[in-house]
């Protein structure tokens, strides 16, 4: 089975954000957001002819990987070996985005809790109006341990220190969705 064209693309959006990577500024964390500006291409589009509601998803795991790029957090990952995994996400679609159209897509940590943390991601329009709007829990798991990495120990090694932000309403209703919805894949 080779490489479709749709995963091909985003192979390439890849290489070219590690390519840019180095010539963007550090990103400090906990507070920055990082902002990469993309297009709609037809490889992205449904039958719908507006992109996926899939690829969003994909997409958005762009703006994660900018975030342990640009942070310098993505050295730690690759020595100890650690995956990045999301554990869960929710997403708002608001405008759809047709082919071609530009939009940015930006990312940004809102606050953390033992070893997840919640990261949201806004793709806007040029006129800046939220096109889709997710917030996903994360974590970076460490395979040797068979445990995920303290949030504690990411901040640290990102220079952030102090405790979380204050945990907005929205993540809050996304925890408890995703406690109900744990509790209703165990029955």
């Known amino acids: 089975m080779g490489i479709s064209e749709r995963s ?6 890849l290489i070219w954000l590690v390519f840019l990577a180095r010539r963007r500024p550090r990103l400090e964390l906990p507070g920055g957001v990082s902002r990469l500006a993309m297009r709609a291409w037809p490889q992205d589009i449904d039958t719908s002819a507006h992109v996926n509601n899939g690829r ?3 997409l958005m795991d762009l703006g994660r990987a900018d975030l342990l ?3 310098g957090l993505w050295r730690a990952v690759l020595r100890n070996r650690w995956v990045p995994v999301l554990n869960g996400g929710h997403v708002r679609f608001r405008r759809e985005l047709r082919p071609f159209r530009a939009f940015v897509l930006e990312t940004r940590i809102l606050c953390w809790h033992g070893t997840h943390v919640f990261i949201e ?5 040029p006129d800046g109006t939220v096109a ?3 917030i996903v829990q994360a974590g970076l798991y ?4 068979r445990a995920f ?7 640290r090694l990102v220079g952030a220190t102090g405790d979380s932000p204050p945990v907005p309403p929205e ?14 894949a165990r029955g």
């Not at 091909?8 to 959006?13: E, G, I, K, V």
């Not at 990495?149 to 901040?155: C, F, K, R, W, Y």
């Open 69 to 71: 790029l640009r942070s």
């Open 56 to 58: 969003y998803w994909t």
């Open 149 to 155: 990495v303290p949030m504690s120990e990411l901040m």
């Open 121 to 125: 991601h806004r793709l806007r329009t």
């Open 171 to 184: 993540v809050a209703a996304i925890v408890e969705a995703n406690t109900l919805l744990g509790r209703a």
């Open 142 to 145: 460490d395979r040797r341990k």
């Open 8 to 13: 091909m693309n985003l192979w390439l959006r």
């Open 132 to 134: 889709a709007l997710a």
